[in-house]
């Protein structure tokens, strides 16, 4: 009996399997497919964001204030704010939960190291205090809430170092311990 696995005679690989290897054919179908979804997901081949699409409108950043200091009055931590849409994240490193906001005001929009930057009057307890404060507003979903000096310590990548626990901060003087 013969056998029925003949091989085609004259059929030569292509160009393809000629020149390049399997890892070789793989890389070039993931770039591929990288530039593909690349140019996809911005929209056209080569488009740059410009930073005024991350600024919201002043109604958006007004609403934002609005759901972040509402939620504060009820008493939630900064972070997260719970139900909003798109999604409302505020950073405020000086703002702790124990201490209770009383009320809050927006003042309107002010001069900032940002675009969408706000004055706020916050009402707070134990101890009461009344401060003013500015806040900037920034991006499409998430829109996030900053305290305009957390924003600056982020632009600038600086933040207030805390010591590791159980070390003692050094000495601020330029001389060494004895």
């Known amino acids: 009996m013969a056998s029925t696995s003949a091989k085609p005679l004259n059929v030569q690989p292509s160009i393809w399997r000629r020149s390049l290897s399997v890892w070789q054919r793989v890389l070039l179908l993931c ?27 002043e109604a958006v950043c007004e609403a934002a204030l609005r759901q972040v200091f509402d939620a504060w009055v009820a008493g939630a931590a900064a972070g997260p704010v719970a139900g909003t849409a798109p999604v409302v994240h505020v950073t405020d490193s000086t703002r702790v939960k124990q201490r209770p906001l009383l009320a809050w005001e927006i003042l ?33 979903d998430p829109l996030w809430v900053f305290r305009h000096e957390d924003y600056d310590l982020l632009m600038h990548w600086e933040h ?8 003692s901060r050094p000495a601020v003087s330029g001389e060494q311990q004895r």
């Open 31 to 57: 770039v591929v497919l990288l530039l593909a979804g690349w140019s996809w997901w911005g929209g056209e081949a080569g488009a740059v964001r410009s930073e005024a699409e991350f600024i919201p409108a």
């Open 108 to 140: 309107g929009r002010v001069p900032g190291n940002a675009p969408g930057c706000y004055a706020v009057r916050l009402q707070l307890d134990q101890p009461r205090e009344e401060r003013r404060e500015r806040y900037v507003v920034i991006g499409i």
């Open 160 to 167: 207030p170092m805390e010591p590791v626990s159980g070390e």
